[in-house]
């Protein structure tokens, strides 16, 4: 079983819909928990960063982590053709020291 | 403009033909990190370096080397690839290690070994 599960994907919605993504984990002892977008043929970027449970807004994003399930969820309102892309989670003990990523979904928005 | 830059791009090479992929900073960054990305497995480490001459083993270290002489360069060595080395290979880099630092990614290595 792999420490962080994520859907693949894909997963194709209308532009203005609301997306949900989420992943799962297995180490209670993950703290940190961040989402990167990584759009095609580039590198990952940072999107949100959460510490413990409870939620994270930033415009157009929210972060939610539930420590007690071992899951967290990013949710993103009224999604535009340039949120298409593929969406990392990734948690760590410590910090940004030693990440471990979800393997991706790849999201599609629909104009 | 703050960058990390990853060269070669794209390198096809034969198995055992040692090869190095340069990864440099210019943001003064005291951290830098090696992933590769292979479909199904997601983003894994290979190495790390806390500072000059620090590094150490991240998941997957086996058949790579790095060195970390100066700050802003943190090249990664395969000395025999093998085909299963063939992925997409990712430098990072943060200020520092700590909570609430972001990480910065560079555009990325592909690397076929036949």
């Known amino acids: 079983q792999k420490e962080v599960e994520q859907d693949p994907g894909p997963l194709s919605v209308p532009e203005g819909a609301i997306v949900s993504l989420n992943c799962t984990y297995s180490n209670s002892a993950f703290q940190y928990f961040m989402w990167y977008r990584q759009y095609s043929r580039k590198g990952p970027e940072l999107l949100m960063y959460t510490y413990s449970s409870g939620n994270k807004e930033d415009g157009r994003f929210t972060a939610q982590v539930d420590k007690s399930s071992k899951y967290i969820s990013l949710f993103i309102r009224d999604s535009q053709p340039s949120d298409s892309a593929t969406y990392l989670c990734?948690?760590?003990?410590?910090?940004?020291?030693?990440?471990?990523f979800g393997t991706g979904t790849r999201l599609t928005i629909i104009p | 403009e703050a960058q990390v830059t990853q060269n070669p791009r794209y390198l096809i090479t034969v198995t055992g033909k040692k090869l190095t992929v340069t990864c440099s900073q210019n943001m003064n960054h005291e951290y830098m990190s090696w992933y590769r990305q292979d479909p199904g497995l997601g983003l894994r480490q290979i190495y790390y370096?806390?500072?000059?001459?620090?590094?150490d083993k991240g998941d997957v270290p086996e058949g790579y080397k790095v060195s970390r002489k100066e700050k802003r360069n943190f090249p990664l060595i395969l000395e025999s690839p093998s085909p299963n080395q063939t992925s997409l290979y990712f430098c990072?880099?943060?200020?520092?290690?700590?909570?609430?630092?972001?990480?910065?990614f560079g555009p990325g290595t592909r690397l076929l070994v036949l």
């Open positions: 370096s806390m500072n000059v001459e620090v590094t």
């Open positions: 990072a880099s943060s200020y520092q290690v700590g909570v609430g630092e972001t990480q910065y």
């Open positions: 990734a948690m760590s003990l410590f910090g940004n020291e030693k990440l471990t």
